[in-house]
């Protein structure tokens, strides 16, 4: 075949769409550190099932009017920075096809060198060993191996193995792949996009697989329901009582979760350790069962109903990104000078950036990073001239400044590119309604970048980083980026991280409490902090996931 035409390429992009979802489980578990947060695959899975979605029903044999739609998707649905370059990648590859409504093999292989050179402009500061490193090495390839009258089966062929190459070589670029022994996981899920691209250039179909009963949430489909509804997906870590470990079953705590009813039953022990995710009607019912043999470690309750219906409200705005505010003006906001706008997760966490004047609260952060389209909504919500995004995590850094070129000619948005909670907190306290826009934004900098951040959250595998010996479900001490200390405990590992973190001239610890931290514990180390440390503090009930403490330092 020496020409490819529209309809072929939407069968490709669709067998793309579903090759990722159906292994994106394995991409999010090449996560380079042993932090809760292995969530490529899954962005990158959402962020181009919404490109899918768009060219699905699209009934056009114009290559580059596919391209184009699937582009536009890709950008709007587009979630972490593996979803941002995804989406710059099909961008470019979509104007390197503007003009052709079918291509031969050397316009296909331009059209993928257009698709490296857009990616790497939209990111400010590239690095190699990544997804980048990926699309530019296998387009370059390409080009060069491409000549006139060759059949697209073979170029593409070519293309793929080039791209795998690429891959297997990141470890020797990025360090920190090859100490922990992973490829790259954006790279790799652009791998399975062109596999799945190739699966249909030769007549193979790839399905759709419904991964939920191996305990994996889909990645942007619609969620199981019965006609008992939705339910809760439960999610939990007992530690066994030591009299139990030789007693405790697998199967037969499966069986009992069986009778509740449940379905998409996971039980995995490891040693003293029992993992368990079940979607149930009766979640209490669950938790009984298990805490017979131990106490809980950790414990997530989401009701499926309202993820159901956020997937159906989200695609019911695909059309018009502002919905029913567009057609109901009565219903937006008093039109405002400034807004703010910050992303964040607990309900404690986001009545903090409430109450500092923030005006609308983006749900998200590690592990459930928001789309481009979410944030569009959220700036489009706030009815202001001027908008200021405070991202507060590196993962939605991207997504927030490519809402802000999307929204150039609407809306006038800042991007102060916070990394984390406390950064954003710190933003948000030195704004002042009073001062002008430019005053404001270099107050909010200033305060940026005078906090230092610590968490404290479990891992999730056993491993070494930096000398530091990691074991699964023990919990590790973050100061920035750097993993200091690992502790069976959770208030050894917070202890670890004020003493990295404070010194003489700290005058404010602002402590965010997780959702799995008791009183006790908080009394335990509001006593420890006044007893070691000569600053004001600021305890603050964040209420927030993944993240036992969160510490800023001023």
């Known amino acids: 075949m020496q020409i490819l035409t529209g309809k072929l390429f939407k069968e490709m992009v669709l067998c793309g769409a579903n090759t990722l979802h159906n292994n994106h489980p394995e991409i999010d578990a ?17 962020t181009f099932n919404a490109g899918a979605a768009e060219v699905k029903d699209m009934d056009t044999d ?22 941002v370059i995804l989406s710059q990648i099909f961008r470019g590859f979509a104007m390197g096809l503007e003009g052709h409504e079918s291509v031969d093999a050397v316009a296909f292989a331009n059209a993928w060198k257009s698709g490296a050179e857009v990616a790497y402009k939209a990111v400010m500061r590239p690095v190699e060993g990544t997804i980048l490193t990926v699309i530019r090495e296998a387009s370059e390839k390409i080009v060069e191996y491409t000549q006139p009258g060759m059949e697209i089966e073979d170029v593409f062929s070519y293309f793929v193995k080039e791209a795998e190459n690429s891959l297997e070589r990141t470890p020797e ?55 008992e509804g939705y339910g809760y997906c439960t999610e939990f870590i ?5 009299s139990l470990i030789d007693k405790f079953s697998e199967n037969q705590l499966k069986k009992e979760l069986e009778r509740i009813p449940g379905n998409s039953i996971v039980v995995v022990q490891d040693e003293d350790i029992v993992k368990v995710h079940v979607h149930t009607l009766k979640p209490g019912e669950a938790l009984n069962l298990a805490q017979r043999f131990g106490e809980f470690v950790k414990l997530k309750i989401e009701n499926m109903q309202e993820q159901a219906n956020n997937l159906q409200n989200a695609a019911a ?11 109901n003006p009565q219903s937006k906001r008093e039109a405002k000078e400034t807004a703010i706008i910050s992303v964040c997760a607990g309900q404690g966490v986001e009545d903090a950036f409430l109450e500092l004047h923030c005006d609308y609260v983006v749900s998200g952060g590690q592990t459930m990073n928001p789309s481009t389209e979410d944030m569009v ?76 951040t610590g968490q404290v959250t479990f891992a999730i595998k056993d491993t070494n980083i930096d000398g530091v010996e990691i074991k699964a479900n023990d919990y590790m001490a973050l100061v920035e980026k750097d993993i200091v200390a690992c502790k069976p405990n959770k208030l050894d590992a917070l202890k670890v ?24 514990e908080v009394e335990e180390i509001e006593s420890y902090i006044e007893d070691n440390f000569d600053a004001e503090v600021d305890i603050i009930e964040g209420k927030q996931p993944v993240y036992s403490f969160i510490i800023g330092v001023e």
């Open 30 to 46: 090449l996560n380079v550190f042993p932090v809760p947060d292995g969530d490529t695959g899954t962005n990158m899975s959402m």
């Open 62 to 83: 114009n290559i580059y009017d596919i391209a184009k739609k699937l582009s536009k998707g890709l950008l709007m649905g587009a979630r972490g920075n593996s979803g």
């Open 238 to 242: 007992v530690r066994l009582e030591p």
């Open 377 to 452: 909504a959220a700036v489009k919500e706030v009815n202001a001239k001027n908008v200021i995004i405070l991202p507060n995590n590196s993962n939605i850094v991207m997504t927030a400044q490519q809402t802000a070129t999307i929204l150039e000619d609407e809306v006038n948005v800042i991007v102060i590119p916070t990394k984390t909670i406390p950064q954003g907190l710190s933003a948000c306290v030195m704004y002042n309604p009073e001062a002008s826009l430019e005053d404001n934004i270099a107050e909010m900098e200033d305060a940026v970048a005078n906090v230092k």
């Open 497 to 520: 991280c004020l003493e990295k973190l404070v010194d003489e001239d700290s005058e404010l610890i602002t402590l965010l409490v997780g959702e799995d931290v008791v009183d006790e």
């Open 173 to 227: 670029l990025l360090p920190v792949l090859k100490e922990v022994g992973v490829v790259d996981s954006g790279g790799a899920g652009l791998l399975l996009v062109l596999t799945g691209f190739m699966a249909a250039l030769t007549g193979d179909r790839v399905d759709f697989v419904d991964i939920k009963s191996e305990g994996q949430v889909n990645a942007g489909t619609e969620l199981e329901s019965g006609e």
């Open 317 to 327: 705005s695909q059309e018009s990104i502002v919905g029913v505010d567009d057609k």
